[in-house]
């Protein structure tokens, strides 16, 4: 029998975007952010004008990261430091794998069922757009 999952839609997704540029609107920085489903893939990508080229594949990828992982990506950065017990897994998944913060998984109901990732300014302002994002799953 198949197995059934939930995940993140395309409206959720619209949702979290548009919270998050209005985060990084408030910032007054420029983001990328990326929105995945349960199964690590992209459904939404957002490039305010001006925002940082490099920061384009970083958003993406800590989306996927997050969710194939299924953790924060500022937890990776402390698990994969020299002699932690994750040290190298940046190397994995093509080198795709992003150890910083600013990805998060997205749960309901106890399973994860998506991810976002932002990139753009502080590790600490990626983290505050990517939670002003999941935040709009509650409005």
Do not use: C, W
């Not at 989306?63 to 937890?75: G, Y």
């Amino acid at each position: 029998m198949p197995r059934t999952y939930q995940t993140l839609t395309l409206d959720d997704a619209k949702r979290m975007v548009s919270a998050g540029e209005a985060k990084a609107t408030s910032l007054g920085i420029a983001y990328n952010i990326a929105v995945v489903d349960a199964g690590g893939h992209l459904i939404a990508f957002s490039r305010q004008d001006g925002a940082l080229i490099g920061s384009i594949d970083l958003a993406i990828d800590k989306a996927a990261t997050s969710r194939i992982f299924d953790t924060a990506t500022a937890d990776l950065a402390t698990l994969s430091q020299s002699g932690k017990p994750l040290f190298g897994i940046q190397e994995s998944n093509a080198g795709k794998v992003v150890i910083f913060g600013g990805g998060i998984p997205v749960f309901a109901s106890g399973s994860i069922i998506g991810a976002v990732g932002t990139s753009a300014g502080t590790v600490e302002q990626d983290i505050e757009v990517a939670m002003a994002a999941i935040a709009a799953l509650d409005q």
